[in-house]
Every structure is written in structure tokens, then in C-alpha cells.
């Protein structure tokens, strides 16, 4: 697959994707066996862990808020200029606060998940523009 570069075919085609539960976003010391995580970010404090928040409370994991996870579809180039750039000021004009996770094909952004509705709106006007 090509990956995308150009800023303005990145907006375009950034193909926003909200996940249809909540994550929450935890710090553990290893893995729990068996829990199935979103994304895991090593840290010299500990483990962070992104998985749904029922997989989190089934391990015992309960407490923190509510995260929405929003993917983008689009495979942008990790070397492209600009794209977290925008999404974040989209976001951050609208208030919502954007913790972005970038994999190796996609980027994904964590908002509260009371404005999820709200981050895709914006998101969707962004890629409109």
C-alpha cells in the first residue's frame, strides 16, 4: 500500500473511525495474562496499557475515565509533516484534549469519550475543508 505524504491528501482522506466502546488508559507493572490491549507504551515508570474499559474492569483494572479511540483509516508516511499537527488544533479549538498514538500504518487519537461525537464532527469538517 502507498503511503500518503501531501497534507492536504492526508486531511482528505483521513477516514475517521470511532470505536464503538470505551478504552481507559492504565499503568502496570507487566501485562495482566490474557488481556487483550489496544496499544502498550514502556516507560521507565511503568507499563502504559490502552485497552476497552470492560476488559480493563474484568481484570480487576477498574477506576480512570472514559477514552474514545478515533483511527484513522488513511496510511500516512510516519515521516509526513503536519497531519497530527492539524487534527490536534481542530480538536484543541473545539476544547477537546488529543492524546495521539501512531502506528505504523494509522494514527490514532484518544478524547474524552464524553466528546466523541464532537472530535468526529470536528474531524469531519477538517477533512471537508
Known amino acids: 500500500m ?3 505524504t501531501d497534507l492536504q491528501e492526508m486531511l482528505r ?3 475517521p473511525v470511532l470505536a464503538p466502546s470505551p478504552v481507559g ?3 502496570v507493572e507487566a501485562l495482566p495474562a490474557g488481556l487483550s490491549v489496544f496499544a502498550t507504551v514502556a516507560e521507565a515508570e511503568g507499563l502504559t496499557i490502552v485497552a476497552r474499559q470492560a476488559d480493563l ?3 480487576g483494572l477498574k477506576g480512570g475515565d472514559d477514552w ?5 483509516t488513511l496510511h500516512s508516511d510516519l515521516a509526513a509533516e503536519g497531519l497530527t499537527a492539524a487534527f ?7 476544547g477537546i484534549s488529543a492524546n495521539v498514538i501512531a502506528g505504523f ?7 474524552q ?3 466523541a461525537g464532537d472530535a468526529m464532527a470536528a474531524s469531519r469538517r477538517l477533512s471537508d475543508a
Open 2 to 4: 502507498t503511503q500518503v
Open 13 to 15: 482522506g483521513m477516514g
Open 25 to 27: 488508559i492504565r499503568s
Open 57 to 59: 474492569a474484568a481484570q
Open 68 to 72: 474514545a479511540l478515533i483511527s484513522l
Open 88 to 94: 490536534a488544533k481542530a480538536l484543541g479549538d473545539e
Open 105 to 111: 500504518y494509522h494514527d490514532h487519537i484518544l478524547v
Open 113 to 115: 469519550w464524553a466528546r
